[in-house]
Each structure stands twice: as structure tokens, then as C-alpha cells.
């Protein structure tokens, strides 16, 4: 597979070290909250400088809780052994993870995916390239799908939302289930389906809801509005469970935004227990590993399809044509929470166009109005403001 580093030349060397690492916590409040328990998103944006004064920036990201965790683990473990290191991604992601993974793959990944994204655009804007331009992509525009967090949501307001993806030229949407009864899921997948008609596909999302014996009963039900795919049906790493699944019902399954590691990836591909394979970006601990992940599903013949996070799936999905479309959540994207300055693509009729910009074409604002921040340095001891 072209962008995978297990196989792919190394980067050629800058022969210019990493001189710094800073993060600092930006908090944006959900124009949409995604419930009670998730009324906000957590970005902390790293920024890797050399000792000739170049500079990368990525993030790491967490939608509810341990922000202030990721920003400790950044300070304290990852940034000081940073420094000093030639600024190649797959080297660096490699040794600090050997150094780090005792600690978990969990917040230590999340932490780590900040280091690995500021990397991967220092190099791409070293070559005066986009990151999706590095990774050798052939393609800017994606198909795009629309995302509700919409569990919550009253029948008319999901509807509504259903009318605007309708509008915003949508061909695929997904609907959160679960949590309540099978029957009054039914009926608000059935009123979407009514909205968004037969020719567009309709995903379902449990959110780990259910076990073996609930998700057959659900998805047996559920079938009759010809669900696309049932997504986490299952706690995340119920591997057993997921075989036990596999065995008693047809509709596609996938899952994969809370496996943390590319060998949690490899037993379920090796179990052939998902049709569908979701990694986040971020979560799995970057744009490195999310390559070998991606290279594991291609071999294991199952689709590919990240989850959130467009200003890192995008690019990837751009270098990796069998990777599906971009999850777009309602007004959860960087630019509509107001981190960045500019979104690094357009969105129009259903399709994501990549921008041009160097790296991951991320400019972030230094603060969020009307949201508290915080912020950490490690370096070499030298000023680098």
C-alpha cells in the first residue's frame, strides 16, 4: 500500500532536530452537544520545533473527559524525550512508544497523537506539500457522510436533521440507537428513512449498548430499514462477543473507534468478526499507526471507513483509495467550533474537497472566546517564541 511506513522507504532525514515541544488546551463548547455528559470538545494543539526554527503542528483530541491527562502526559513523558531526535514521524512515534506504552495505550496513545500529527505536517511542510500530498494521494475530493449525535434528540428535531442532510447533499447519513426500546428506535429510524428515502444509505450506531443476546433481538427489528451498517453493536473489545454476533445475524458490523492499538486491530481482522473498520486517528495514536492499520485492513479484505475527525481522515483517506467516506458530525468540525481559523477543505453536495495548504493546513486560534485553556512547554531550554 503506497502510504504505508511498515514497507515505505524511510522520510529522507532533515538532519535538524527537535529542538521543542508545546501544547496548550483549547475547549470549545458543542454548537450541538452530544448530550448531557459531552456539551464540549478538548483539542490540545502541539507544536514540534528543530533547531533550525522549523515548525509542525497537530493535535490531540478528546471529546469528554481527560484533556487536562493528555496535557500532563504531553508536558511531562512524551516532549522531553522529543527533543534531540531527528523530526522522522515513524522513528520518533516507534521509540516513544516503546518508552511510554506501559502506561496504557489509552490516554498515552491520545497524548502521543499529538506528537506524531505535529511531525507528519513539520515534514509535509518541510517539502512544501500537503500532508495528503506526501502521503502520495491521487485524489482531493471524498465523498462525505452525515453524523448525528442525535440519541438525545426529540423525533422532530432528528428529523430535521435528517431534512438537512437531505439538503446539504448528503448520500449516506447515520442515526444513534439504542438506550431505549427496540420499537421507538424503529419508529425514528423509519420517519429518517421516510426523510432521506431509499436511495440513500442509512448507517445505525449503538455506541456499545447492547449485549450478544439484546443486539440480535435489536438488530433482527432494525433490519427492516435496511441499515447500511450497525455500528459498536458491542463493548469495544468484546472480541468473543463480536464472534458470537458474526454467527447470527447479516447486516455489516463495525466498530473500531475505541480499539487504542494496531494489534487490537489485527485480532478482530484475524477473527473476521467486521465488515466495516473504524479507526480514529487520534485514539489509535496518530497518523502512523492509523497507516499500518489501514494497510492491516486492505490485507484482511474488509472495508475502511475513519472515524470523525475530517481534519485527519480526510488527508489519510485522500492517500488510501479504498478508504470510505468522511464522517461529518453537525457543527462539530473544527472550523464550526471555532479552533481554526480556516477549515482545511470545503464542503459542498455530500463531497469534501482538500485544501492545498501545507501540512495538515491547521492554523489554530490562540484562544477559544468564552472558553477556559491551559498550557504546557517542554524543550531544550531555550526561548522558542
Known amino acids: 500500500m503506497t502510504a504505508d511506513p511498515t514497507t515505505a522507504e524511510r522520510l529522507p532525514e532533515l538532519g535538524d532536530p527537535v529542538r521543542a515541544v508545546e501544547a496548550r488546551l483549547l475547549t470549545a463548547r458543542l454548537p450541538r452537544p452530544w448530550g448531557p455528559e459531552a456539551p464540549e470538545n478538548h483539542v490540545i494543539v502541539v507544536t514540534v520545533s528543530t533547531e533550525s526554527g522549523r515548525q509542525g503542528t497537530g493535535f490531540a483530541w478528546t471529546p469528554t473527559v481527560g484533556p487536562t491527562a493528555v496535557l500532563a502526559a504531553l508536558r511531562d513523558d512524551l516532549a522531553p524525550r522529543a527533543v534531540g531526535l531527528e523530526p522522522d514521524p515513524v522513528a520518533v512515534w516507534g521509540r516513544l512508544w516503546l518508552e511510554t506504552h506501559e502506561a496504557g495505550d489509552g490516554l498515552m496513545g491520545i497524548a502521543l497523537a499529538g506528537v506524531d500529527t505535529a511531525l507528519w505536517d513539520l515534514r509535509a511542510r518541510s517539502a512544501e506539500a ?162 499500518e492499520i489501514a494497510a492491516l485492513v486492505a490485507d ?42 480556516a477549515a482545511p477543505f470545503t464542503l459542498a453536495g455530500g463531497t469534501l474537497t482538500l485544501s492545498d495548504r501545507p501540512g495538515l493546513g491547521l492554523d489554530f486560534v490562540t484562544s477559544v472566546p468564552g472558553a477556559a485553556g491551559a498550557a504546557g512547554t517542554a524543550s531544550t531550554g531555550e526561548d522558542t517564541r
Do not use: C
Not at 333 to 339: A, K, V
Open 130 to 291: 500537503s500532508v495528503a500530498a506526501l502521503l502520495g494521494a491521487s485524489r482531493r475530493a471524498l465523498p462525505a457522510y452525515g453524523s448525528g449525535v442525535n440519541r438525545h434528540y426529540p423525533l422532530p428535531e432528528l428529523v430535521a436533521q435528517a431534512e438537512r442532510w437531505v439538503a446539504a447533499g448528503f448520500d449516506a447519513v447515520k442515526v444513534k440507537v439504542g438506550g431505549r426500546e427496540t420499537a421507538e428506535d424503529l419508529d425514528r429510524l423509519r420517519a429518517v428513512r421516510e426523510v432521506i428515502g431509499p436511495g440513500r444509505a442509512l448507517m445505525i450506531d449503538a455506541n456499545q449498548l447492547w449485549d450478544v443476546p439484546a443486539a440480535v433481538a435489536a438488530i433482527d427489528r432494525l433490519a427492516e430499514v435496511e441499515p447500511a451498517w450497525v455500528e459498536e453493536p458491542l463493548l469495544s473489545d468484546d472480541l468473543a462477543g463480536y464472534r458470537a454476533l458474526r454467527e447470527e445475524v447479516g447486516v455489516p458490523i463495525a466498530a473500531g473507534e475505541n480499539l487504542r492499538s494496531r494489534w487490537a486491530f489485527e485480532r478482530f481482522l484475524e477473527a473476521g468478526v467486521l465488515d466495516v473498520v473504524q479507526p480514529n486517528v487520534v485514539r489509535v495514536g496518530g497518523i502512523t499507526p492509523a497507516l
Open 300 to 341: 484482511a479484505g474488509a472495508r475502511l471507513a475513519f472515524h470523525l475527525l475530517p481534519e485527519l481522515s480526510a488527508p489519510l483517506a485522500a492517500a488510501l483509495p479504498d478508504a470510505g467516506a468522511i464522517e461529518i458530525v453537525e457543527d462539530a468540525t473544527f472550523d464550526r467550533l471555532g479552533l481554526v481559523r
